[in-house]
C-alpha cells in the first residue's frame, strides 16, 4: 500500500495576524491594493513553506486569498449580484463582502458547525463571464515551490450551489457552473496539475441524498477533461450517501474519521479498492495532540477494513479551524503547552502517523507524546466539588419559578418598541489600548477600572441622550465575549497568539477547556453597578451563554459536552443571582452559537438542543419572576428549532434580522413564538448608516408579523467592531424610527 501524508488547507491569516493587518489598512486607503496582496501572497507562500518542511507529500494550495474562499468562487464563477455589477475588482469583491453606500453586502452565515462564517452567493439567471487567473496563477507560484506536491483545492459545483440563494431552479444553475468547472479543470491540467481537490462537504449534510442526481450530472461531466479528481468531505460522515458517492468517477475520496461513522460505513459497505482515501485522522478543529495509542488503533482499524493500494494520512478538515503554532505558547503551563496541537503540531502528527502505518520505528516518539499527557493528567486532576454540585441537581434547578404568562406583569414596564443595544459598543483604539497597557502591567487595577469607568459614564450619557430605554454598560472591559468569562473561570486557559479566523478580517482566540470550570468571583458585578448607579433607566446585565461559551471554545475529550456546558451553566447561574442581587431588573444571556452547535444531520439534533436548552435554563431559571431575562442570537435561521428556542423560556430574544432580510423573523412568527421579539433593524457588519426610513421598513415586517406588544427594537447584533461616528446616527435613526413607530399604531 502507498501511503502519503497530506493536507486540506491551512490557516491563512499569517502567523501574526498579517492579513487582517493588511485589510484594515488598504481598507482605510492607508495602502495600496498591490501591498494588500503582496502581503497575502507572502502569507500563502510561508504556509506552503512550512508544510513542506515539515514534510508533508500533498499540500492542499489556494483554498483562500482575501475574505472568504466561498466569496472567492462566486466572485471567480462571475455570480455577481445586479448591484454589484457596476464595479470591478477588488472593488467589486469587497463591495459583496462588506457592503457599500445604500447596497448591503451579501448574507453572511456559517460554514456547517464551525464559528466560521461564509458570504453565501447569489445566483441569478444570468451569469456574468468566469476569471480564474488570479487561481491560476496562484497554481503556478505554488508549482514553483511545492512542484508536484501542490493539490489545489476547488470549491465544487454541488456544495457552491448547496450553499447559495438559487434564483433559477437546480439544474439550470448546475447545467451552467458545469462548463466553467470544465474550463477551470482544463486550465489546471493544462499547467501539469495531476490532480485537484474538489471539497463537498455539502456530502454530509442531512439532504444530501437529495442531490444523488446532481452530483452525478456534474462528477459524470467532469470526467471529461481526465484530471484526477479527488472529493473531499469532512464535518461528518457521509451518511446514507455512501454508497453512490463511493462510485462517483473519481479518483479519490476523503473521510472525516473524527466525527460520526465513516468507519461502520466502510465496514458495511467496503471502500473501492481502485480509488484511494483520504484518511482525515487527525482533528483539525480541535487543539488537543493526539494520543498515539487511541489514534493508531482506530488508524489500523480502518486499515484493517480496506484493500485500497493507497492512502492518504491527513487532518480532518483544512487546518484553518486551528491556531498556527501551539509551542509559541510560552506563558502556558508547560504541562498544558505540551499536549497541544495547532496547525504546525497537526502537520508533525500527520506526518508521524504516516511514518508509523508506513512500519518506521516511531516508538520513541510516540511514547514522547504518551508522556506528555501523563504529566497533564498530574496537573488537572478533577475537582470533586463540581461533580457533586451536578449530581444533585433537580428538575426545579431547570425551570424558573413562574411561566412567562404569569411572571410578565411583575416585569419592568416599558413603551411599546422598547429600544436597546445588543450589548457592545465600539472598541476604540483607546479603549484596547486601556486593556493591554493592564494587562502589561502599565496600569494598576484600580487606574484601569477608572479608565474603564470613564468609558461606562460616557456611554450611558449618550445613551440618554439618544433616548434609549433600555441601557448597556458598553462591555469596553472585554475583548470578546467568550474570553472575557473564560478569563475568570477556572478550567479555561487563553493563548496569547492562538488566533483563528471568524470571517473576514476578524479573528479569534478561541479559549481552551482543560479541566472543570469553576466561578471564583463575580464576573460582571462591578460594571454593572457602575453603569447603574449613573442613570435611573434599566441597565442590562450582560452575559454570554453556557452554549456560546462551549460552542466557542476549544473543549475537553474526556468528558462529554453536555457535562461541561452545565458546569458553565453552573458558573453563570451564581452570576445571574449576583446581578440580581445587585440591582439587575433586566440580564442578557447571549446564545449566538446555540444553533450552530446543531448536529449536521437532523436526526441528532434533538440529543444536542435537549442539553444545550437545559444549560441555559440552568443558568437563568435562578431569576425571580420579575427578572427580565434576554437572549440574543445573530446570524442564523429559526424556523426549525422554534419550539426549543421557546423552550428557552428567555422573555426576551434579540435577534439579527435585517441581514437576512427578514428571514428570521417570519420564521420565528409563523412558528408561534408568544414571547418578546427585538427585531434586528440594521446590519452592524457594515459601515453603512442606516436611514430612520430603512429601519421603519424594517420594523414594519415585525409589525405585520408579531403582535405589537411582542416586539422591540434593537440593531442585529453587538456594535463593537463599528466607530462611534456610525453608531451615534444610526442610534439616533433606530430611535426615531421607534418613535415613528408608536405614532402610527
Ligand atoms: N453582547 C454581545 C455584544 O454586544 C453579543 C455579541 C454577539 O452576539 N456575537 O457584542
Ligand atoms: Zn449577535
Not at 348 to 354: F, I
Request: hydrophobic share 40%.
Amino acid at each position: 500500500m502507498q501511503i502519503k501524508s497530506a493536507t486540506l488547507g491551512y490557516p491563512r491569516i499569517g502567523k501574526n495576524r498579517e492579513v487582517k493587518k493588511s485589510l484594515e489598512a488598504f481598507w482605510s486607503g492607508k495602502i495600496a491594493a498591490e501591498s494588500l496582496l503582496q502581503t497575502v501572497t507572502e502569507v500563502e507562500e510561508a504556509n506552503w513553506k512550512t508544510q513542506l518542511d515539515a514534510g508533508i507529500e500533498k499540500i492542499g494550495i489556494g483554498d483562500t486569498r482575501l475574505y472568504d474562499h466561498v466569496l472567492d468562487w462566486a466572485f471567480r464563477f462571475g455570480l455577481i449580484p445586479e448591484p454589484f455589477q457596476q464595479f470591478s475588482g477588488l472593488e467589486r469583491y469587497f463591495a459583496m463582502a462588506r457592503g457599500k453606500e445604500g447596497i448591503p453586502a451579501l448574507e453572511m452565515t456559517k460554514w456547517f458547525d464551525t464559528n466560521y462564517h461564509y458570504l453565501v452567493p447569489e445566483i441569478a439567471s444570468e451569469i456574468l463571464s468566469a476569471d480564474f487567473s488570479d487561481f491560476l496563477q496562484t497554481v503556478q507560484r505554488a508549482q514553483k515551490i511545492l512542484g508536484k506536491r501542490a493539490i489545489p483545492i476547488i470549491l465544487s459545483p454541488c456544495t457552491l450551489l448547496r450553499l447559495s440563494k438559487l434564483e433559477s431552479n437546480i439544474d439550470e444553475a448546475v447545467s451552467k457552473l458545469i462548463p466553467l468547472y470544465i474550463n477551470l479543470l482544463t486550465e489546471l491540467k493544462n499547467l501539469g496539475v495531476d490532480e485537484v481537490q474538489m471539497h463537498e462537504p455539502a456530502l454530509v449534510l442531512g439532504d444530501a441524498n437529495s442531490w444523488k442526481k446532481h452530483f452525478q450530472t456534474v462528477y459524470n461531466s467532469l470526467e471529461s477533461v481526465e484530471l484526477p479528481l479527488h472529493l473531499v468531505t469532512y464535518f461528518d460522515d457521509l451518511g446514507e450517501t455512501y454508497p453512490w458517492v463511493i462510485e462517483l468517477p473519481v479518483s479519490a475520496i476523503s473521510l472525516d474519521f473524527t466525527r460520526g461513522r465513516n468507519l461502520e460505513l466502510i465496514k458495511t459497505y467496503g471502500f473501492p479498492e481502485d480509488k484511494r482515501l483520504g484518511l482525515g485522522i487527525i482533528d483539525a478543529r480541535n487543539i488537543w495532540q493526539i494520543r498515539p495509542e487511541q489514534v493508531l488503533s482506530v488508524l489500523q482499524e480502518i486499515v484493517d477494513n480496506l484493500h485500497v493500494k493507497s492512502l492518504d494520512i491527513q487532518p480532518s478538515a483544512s487546518l484553518q479551524f486551528v491556531p498556527y503554532d501551539a509551542k509559541g505558547e510560552k506563558q502556558l503551563p508547560s504541562a498544558l503547552r505540551n499536549v497541544l496541537s495547532f496547525a504546525e503540531q497537526k502537520l508533525q502528527e500527520v506526518v508521524l502517523l504516516a511514518r508509523t502505518i508506513i512500519g518506521d520505528n516511531t516508538k520513541t516518539e510516540q511514547e514522547f507524546l504518551e508522556s506528555s499527557w501523563s504529566q497533564f493528567e498530574q496537573f488537572s486532576p478533577v475537582n470533586h466539588s463540581i461533580q457533586e454540585r451536578r449530581k444533585t441537581l433537580k428538575i426545579d434547578d431547570f425551570q424558573r419559578s413562574l411561566s412567562y404568562g404569569l411572571r410578565l406583569d411583575s416585569q419592568i414596564h416599558l413603551p411599546l418598541f422598547p429600544t436597546t443595544t445588543i450589548g457592545s459598543f465600539p472598541q476604540t483604539s483607546e479603549v484596547r489600548q486601556l486593556r493591554v497597557r493592564y494587562k502589561r502591567g502599565e496600569l494598576s487595577q484600580q487606574a484601569y477600572q477608572a479608565a474603564i469607568d470613564v468609558e461606562i459614564a460616557k456611554s450611558i450619557k449618550l445613551q440618554e441622550e439618544l433616548g434609549l430605554d433600555v441601557l448597556v454598560h458598553g462591555e469596553f472591559e472585554r475583548t470578546d465575549m467568550v474570553e472575557f468569562f473564560g478569563q475568570q473561570l477556572s478550567g479555561f486557559a487563553f493563548t496569547e497568539n492562538g488566533w483563528v479566523q471568524s470571517y473576514g478580517s476578524r479573528y479569534v482566540r478561541p479559549p481552551i477547556i482543560y479541566g472543570d470550570v469553576i466561578r471564583t468571583a463575580p464576573m460582571t458585578v462591578r460594571e454593572f453597578k457602575v453603569a447603574q448607579s449613573l442613570t435611573e433607566k434599566p441597565i442590562k446585565g450582560m452575559l454570554t451563554g453556557p452554549v456560546t461559551i462551549l460552542n466557542w471554545s476549544y473543549t475537553r475529550t474526556d468528558i462529554s459536552r453536555q457535562e461541561q456546558a452545565f458546569q458553565i451553566a453552573l458558573a453563570l447561574r451564581d452570576e445571574v443571582a449576583d446581578l440580581e442581587a445587585a440591582g439587575a431588573k433586566v440580564i442578557q444571556v447571549d446564545e449566538p452559537a446555540l444553533r450552530e452547535g446543531l448536529p449536521l444531520k437532523p436526526q441528532r439534533w434533538s440529543e444536542y438542543l435537549s442539553w444545550a436548552v437545559d444549560s441555559f435554563r440552568l443558568a437563568t431559571a435562578v431569576a425571580q419572576p420579575q427578572t427580565q431575562i434576554h437572549t440574543h442570537m445573530c446570524y442564523c435561521e429559526f424556523g426549525d428549532i422554534i419550539k426549543d428556542i421557546e423552550r428557552l423560556d428567555a422573555d426576551v430574544i434579540s435577534i439579527e434580522n435585517s441581514r437576512s432580510n427578514n428571514q428570521t423573523l417570519r420564521e420565528i412568527t409563523s412558528g408561534g413564538y408568544s414571547h418578546q421579539v427585538g427585531n434586528g433593524v440594521y446590519d452592524i457588519h457594515s459601515p453603512v448608516v442606516p436611514t430612520t426610513e430603512q429601519i421603519l421598513e424594517q420594523l414594519r415586517t415585525g409589525v405585520a408579523n408579531l403582535p405589537v406588544k411582542q416586539i422591540w427594537v434593537n440593531p442585529d447584533c453587538g456594535l463593537k467592531t463599528r466607530r462611534w461616528e456610525e453608531v451615534i446616527p444610526s442610534m439616533k435613526n433606530m430611535v426615531e424610527a421607534a418613535k415613528v413607530l408608536r405614532e402610527e399604531v
